[in-house]
T-cell receptor
Framework: QKEVEQDPGPLSVPEGAIVSLNCTYSNSAFQYFMWYRQYSRKGPELLMYTYSSGNKEDGRFTAQVDKSSKYISLFIRDSQPSDSATYLCAMSLTGTASKLTFGTGTRLQVTL | DGGITQSPKYLFRKEGQNVTLSCEQNLNHDAMYWYRQDPGQGLRLIYYSQIVNDFQKGDIAEGYSVSREKKESFPLTVTSAQKNPTAFYLC????????????FGSGTRLTVV
């Protein structure tokens, strides 16, 4: 079993829809949780960074962490075609100098 | 602008050759990382370095080597011992203080011909 599980998709939604992306993990020691967006043939870019459980909002993006269920989510409101990309969840044990463990990524397609 | 520069963008390797992928950062970050990305497998850690002149093996270090002689630079050599080197290679860096994620380069696509 992988340490971090993520549905690879693809996930296709119409423009304007609310998108829910999820990851589950097995290591209860993870404390820092991140979401990255990766366009084709590009490096990932950091979207959201959260510590421990709770919600964090940034514009159209909301990240949720439920440590009791070992489950994290990324919500995208009013999805746009420019949101079409692969979304990677990542997590680490500590915040500094700790290596990240990544999910396999979910490919999202937002259609007109 | 600060960032991470990977070169070349595309690289072709013949069987039995060693090739070196370049990674340079001007972010003054302490830690640097090399990941390999394959379809359906996510990012897998090859090597990482938290300070100059020190580095550690990641999960899939066999067939790879690195050096960290300068804070700004963390080159990766793919040796002939790596049996399946065709992949997308990503370099990343991270500051040693505070809580944040990685900054990634734009990647190098390596293909064996």
């Amino acid at each position: 079993q992988k340490e971090v599980e993520q549905d690879p998709g693809p996930l296709s939604v119409p423009e304007g829809a609310i998108v829910s992306l999820n990851c589950t993990y097995s290591n209860s020691a993870f404390q820092y949780f991140m979401w990255y967006r990766q366009y084709s043939r590009k490096g990932p870019e950091l979207l959201m960074y959260t510590y421990s459980s709770g919600n964090k909002e940034d514009g159209r993006f909301t990240a949720q962490v439920d440590k009791s269920s070992k489950y994290i989510s990324l919500f995208i409101r009013d999805s746009q075609p420019s949101d079409s990309a692969t979304y990677l969840c990542a997590m680490s044990l500590t915040g500094t100098a700790s290596k990240l463990t990544f999910g396999t990524g979910t490919r999202l397609q937002v259609t007109l | 602008d600060g960032g991470i520069t990977q070169s070349p963008k595309y690289l072709f390797r013949k069987e039995g050759q060693n090739v070196t992928l370049s990674c340079e950062q001007n972010l003054n970050h302490d830690a640097m990382y090399w990941y390999r990305q394959d379809p359906g497998q996510g990012l897998r850690l090859i090597y990482y370095s938290q300070i100059v002149n020190d580095f550690q093996k990641g999960d899939i270090a066999e067939g790879y080597s690195v050096s960290r002689e300068k804070k700004e630079s963390f080159p990766l050599t793919v040796t002939s011992a790596q049996k399946n080197p065709t992949a997308f290679y990503l370099c990343a860096s991270r500051t040693g203080t505070g809580s944040n994620g990685y900054t990634f380069g734009s990647g190098t696509r390596l293909t064996v011909v």
